[in-house]
């Protein structure tokens, strides 16, 4: 009935090794289920059940059907501006307990704006007008968000 | 007549400005990623407190409605929903600004919520303690058939994509598995972690889940955010107008799912969205391309979680079960404020909820001009706005808003990490907004589930409970038909296009 296609392309298999890592969620929250209370372990392993089948559901559907269905979206732009605005991110979160909402802002402000490519050249003037803004903006989120509106925000332990 | 005589007297200046004010701040703080309804109203609170009664809970009504409204504009403009009820706004919302209608797509979110609005206004004015007693009708089972019905909206998410849609639903209820058991009380997959104790929360999930891959997309390449609009001198408001006339039956639809929905205690906005999406993405014509920017997604969404904001008063004002966290914050300050909340409210009090609702009337058709105002500076503000500045932007708001709601620290952590998921699985082609639907129906169906089961053990009559109660009969129809009917539609039309493609 299915005719298997035994070539697997790089997007075909890109699907499999997506759905398989499912699927290893899924036996693992059948295998942690185990652990619980008989009224808690019901929905968990459940849900496990279903991440399984569906995960050989997909499996079987990418193994079987001549296209590809669906698509894996392609990745458009630099990969590695992403990855460092995932570190300076990552890296702001750290930092935010240690040096505080204002200062760790203004610093993860300036960086990420530098970050972000431009078409025409960055001028000594335009990276600081945009430090200048990222400050301007942090401390007036700030402002508003402490003084106004009583909302506390992450305060430096650092200094 | 009554009512009238009402709507006169609140047509003065102070309440128009009070309402005013209250619209404003709340789309203000609403279009703010992560800065919900339920923190725009605490944060309102002590404010109103310095207001007569009334005036008071105008204010608090107002901020409410413009906040549930605000969280479009993110949404549609940076598709970032700026609260959880917006979440399907952004599914035709930013398809329509990326192709430079972003102006349209804001006016036609302004008029849905306005008729959204005024739809849960007057079902509370005419109808709320027969619908109050209607809530109540809802039993746990009821509740786990609702909260399935909201899952089904993952097949008209997930067009051509069904099974890695069902994945990442279910992926995002195992999610909703982390924390202490709602059911049995176990600590579930915290393996030691205080921060996972009281599990995943829901704002900073979605925040991670649907804001920083669009973030972390925005930095890849220099070209622009948006494109500017088509046509520079067009009238959005009179092609709004057309657009939500041209659908008036999705708009009717979806208020009257966000009102039913809104009515029933912690349902609230984000699962009324849902649903009349769900519901108009079924019912929709074969040209219209729900989920690709067409507006009567924006409609759906905007209008369903805007009359919940009237009719979730009603189970508060009536039987005083607040029925969303920002009613909560109402029913809280109505206490201050010495009203008594229950039926005695309609006998004792009349006059003060008359004149709320002639209040909130009159404030939600001030919504219009102090919305498509926003709107057009807001979305000129963002189409001008350099990329440099936008990206950490978008940053500061998704850290701020994360951390804003619970003070917690750990919600930043969760945010970041789910965000860093979310964008490698949508590499891998599983959709996100699934896992935020599967995080936020999987505890209201789990506890609905275990305790429908309980009950129906108690009584030796499980199946009753589950099959045999009317509201539950019909959800599961409704189940149902958003499962069937939409692939035999399709296959029905293919076969219709084969056959005229034979002749």
Redesign the interface.
């Given at each position: 009935m299915f005719k298997l296609k035994m070539k697997i392309d790089g997007n075909r298999a890109?699907?499999i090794?997506?759905?398989l890592t499912?699927g290893v969620?899924?036996s693992f929250?059948c295998y942690?289920?185990q652990d619980?209370?008989?009224?808690?372990?019901?929905?968990?392993a459940f849900?496990?059940c279903?991440?399984i089948a569906?995960?050989i559901?997909?499996v079987l559907?990418e193994l079987c059907k001549r296209e590809l269905?669906?698509?894996?979206?392609a990745?458009?732009?630099?990969?590695i501006?992403?990855s460092?605005?995932?570190g300076f991110?990552?890296i702001?979160?750290v930092a935010?307990?240690y040096l505080g909402f204002v200062v760790a802002?203004c610093l993860?402000?300036?960086i990420?704006?530098?970050?972000?490519?431009?078409?025409s050249n960055k001028t000594s003037a335009?990276v600081a007008l945009?430090t200048a803004?990222?400050v301007l903006?942090?401390i007036g989120?700030w402002v508003v968000?402490t003084a106004f509106?009583?909302?506390?925000?992450?305060e430096a332990t650092f200094f | 007549m009554e009512f009238l005589h009402h709507i006169t007297v609140a047509f003065s200046p102070y309440i128009l400005a009070v309402g005013t004010c209250g619209l404003f701040l709340g789309i203000l703080l609403g279009a703010l990623p992560g800065l919900s309804s339920t923190f725009s109203c605490a944060v309102m609170l002590p404010i109103s407190f310095s207001m007569d009664p009334v005036p008071g809970l105008i204010f608090l009504g107002t901020v409410y409605m413009g906040s549930t409204y605000g969280g479009s504009f993110s949404a549609i403009l940076i598709k970032t929903p700026g609260t959880p009820q917006s979440i399907t706004t952004t599914f035709d919302g930013f398809p329509m600004a990326k192709r430079g209608e972003g102006g349209l797509a804001l006016s036609i979110a302004c008029m849905a919520s306005v008729i959204g609005g005024l739809t849960g206004i007057f079902v509370f004015l005419w109808l709320a303690p027969p619908l109050a007693e209607f809530a109540l009708m809802f039993g746990p089972a009821e509740y786990f058939w609702l909260a399935l019905f909201g899952l089904t909206i993952i097949a008209s998410l997930s067009e051509g994509n069904l099974v890695k849609g069902l994945i990442s639903g279910f992926f995002g209820l195992a999610l909703s598995q982390i924390g202490v058991s709602v059911v049995s009380g176990d600590m579930r997959f915290t393996y030691g972690n205080p921060a996972l104790i009281g599990g995943i929360p829901i704002i900073p999930a979605t925040i991670g889940l649907l804001c920083l891959p669009v973030a972390i997309d925005l930095i890849a390449d220099p070209d622009h955010h948006l494109s500017t609009p088509l046509t520079k001198r067009s009238n959005n408001f009179l092609r709004a107008a057309r657009a939500i006339w041209d659908r008036k039956r999705n708009a009717i639809q979806s208020s009257l799912i966000g009102t039913l929905v809104g009515i029933i205690p912690a349902a609230g906005g984000a699962i009324a969205s849902l649903v009349a999406y769900a519901e108009a993405s079924r019912t929709a014509k074969k040209s219209d391309r729900f989920g690709d920017g067409d507006p009567g997604g924006i409609i759906a969404s905007e209008s369903a979680n805007n009359a919940t904001v009237g009719s979730g008063l009603i189970p508060t004002f009536v039987l005083g079960i607040p029925g969303t966290p920002p009613d909560a914050v109402i029913l809280g300050a109505m206490m201050v404020h010495g009203v008594q909340i229950g039926p005695k409210l309609f006998t004792e009090h009349n006059d003060i909820v008359l004149t709320f609702l002639s209040g909130m009337t009159i404030a939600t058709v001030l919504m219009l001009p102090v919305g498509l105002f926003l709107g057009r500076f807001i979305y000129s503000a963002v189409t001008k706005m350099p990329k440099s500045y936008l990206v950490p932007m978008v940053a500061l708001m998704l850290v701020i808003g994360s951390f804003a709601i619970q003070n917690n620290y750990h919600d930043i952590v969760i945010m970041l990490v789910l965000g860093i998921v979310a964008w490698v699985i949508n590499r891998f082609g599983f959709p996100a907004p699934p896992i935020v639907l599967g995080l936020l129906l999987g505890p209201i169906a789990e506890q609905g589930f275990a305790q429908a089961l309980m009950i129906g053990r108690a009584k030796d009559a499980v199946l009753e409970i589950f099959f045999a109660r009317p509201i539950s009969v019909a959800l599961i129809g409704c189940i149902l038909a958003a499962i069937v009917l939409p692939p035999l539609l399709r296959r029905s039309s293919l076969n219709r296009l084969r056959m005229r493609k034979n002749v």
């Amino acid at each position: 009935m299915f005719k298997l296609k035994m070539k697997i392309d790089g997007n075909r298999a890109k699907n499999i090794l997506g759905s398989l890592t499912f699927g290893v969620l899924g036996s693992f929250m059948c295998y942690a289920s185990q652990d619980f209370e008989s009224a808690g372990q019901v929905t968990p392993a459940f849900i496990g059940c279903g991440l399984i089948a569906l995960s050989i559901l997909l499996v079987l559907v990418e193994l079987c059907k001549r296209e590809l269905l669906p698509p894996p979206t392609a990745i458009t732009g630099s990969l590695i501006r992403r990855s460092l605005f995932i570190g300076f991110m990552a890296i702001w979160v750290v930092a935010l307990p240690y040096l505080g909402f204002v200062v760790a802002g203004c610093l993860a402000f300036a960086i990420i704006s530098a970050a972000v490519p431009k078409n025409s050249n960055k001028t000594s003037a335009y990276v600081a007008l945009n430090t200048a803004a990222g400050v301007l903006t942090t401390i007036g989120f700030w402002v508003v968000l402490t003084a106004f509106l009583k909302v506390p925000l992450p305060e430096a332990t650092f200094f | 007549m009554e009512f009238l005589h009402h709507i006169t007297v609140a047509f003065s200046p102070y309440i128009l400005a009070v309402g005013t004010c209250g619209l404003f701040l709340g789309i203000l703080l609403g279009a703010l990623p992560g800065l919900s309804s339920t923190f725009s109203c605490a944060v309102m609170l002590p404010i109103s407190f310095s207001m007569d009664p009334v005036p008071g809970l105008i204010f608090l009504g107002t901020v409410y409605m413009g906040s549930t409204y605000g969280g479009s504009f993110s949404a549609i403009l940076i598709k970032t929903p700026g609260t959880p009820q917006s979440i399907t706004t952004t599914f035709d919302g930013f398809p329509m600004a990326k192709r430079g209608e972003g102006g349209l797509a804001l006016s036609i979110a302004c008029m849905a919520s306005v008729i959204g609005g005024l739809t849960g206004i007057f079902v509370f004015l005419w109808l709320a303690p027969p619908l109050a007693e209607f809530a109540l009708m809802f039993g746990p089972a009821e509740y786990f058939w609702l909260a399935l019905f909201g899952l089904t909206i993952i097949a008209s998410l997930s067009e051509g994509n069904l099974v890695k849609g069902l994945i990442s639903g279910f992926f995002g209820l195992a999610l909703s598995q982390i924390g202490v058991s709602v059911v049995s009380g176990d600590m579930r997959f915290t393996y030691g972690n205080p921060a996972l104790i009281g599990g995943i929360p829901i704002i900073p999930a979605t925040i991670g889940l649907l804001c920083l891959p669009v973030a972390i997309d925005l930095i890849a390449d220099p070209d622009h955010h948006l494109s500017t609009p088509l046509t520079k001198r067009s009238n959005n408001f009179l092609r709004a107008a057309r657009a939500i006339w041209d659908r008036k039956r999705n708009a009717i639809q979806s208020s009257l799912i966000g009102t039913l929905v809104g009515i029933i205690p912690a349902a609230g906005g984000a699962i009324a969205s849902l649903v009349a999406y769900a519901e108009a993405s079924r019912t929709a014509k074969k040209s219209d391309r729900f989920g690709d920017g067409d507006p009567g997604g924006i409609i759906a969404s905007e209008s369903a979680n805007n009359a919940t904001v009237g009719s979730g008063l009603i189970p508060t004002f009536v039987l005083g079960i607040p029925g969303t966290p920002p009613d909560a914050v109402i029913l809280g300050a109505m206490m201050v404020h010495g009203v008594q909340i229950g039926p005695k409210l309609f006998t004792e009090h009349n006059d003060i909820v008359l004149t709320f609702l002639s209040g909130m009337t009159i404030a939600t058709v001030l919504m219009l001009p102090v919305g498509l105002f926003l709107g057009r500076f807001i979305y000129s503000a963002v189409t001008k706005m350099p990329k440099s500045y936008l990206v950490p932007m978008v940053a500061l708001m998704l850290v701020i808003g994360s951390f804003a709601i619970q003070n917690n620290y750990h919600d930043i952590v969760i945010m970041l990490v789910l965000g860093i998921v979310a964008w490698v699985i949508n590499r891998f082609g599983f959709p996100a907004p699934p896992i935020v639907l599967g995080l936020l129906l999987g505890p209201i169906a789990e506890q609905g589930f275990a305790q429908a089961l309980m009950i129906g053990r108690a009584k030796d009559a499980v199946l009753e409970i589950f099959f045999a109660r009317p509201i539950s009969v019909a959800l599961i129809g409704c189940i149902l038909a958003a499962i069937v009917l939409p692939p035999l539609l399709r296959r029905s039309s293919l076969n219709r296009l084969r056959m005229r493609k034979n002749v």
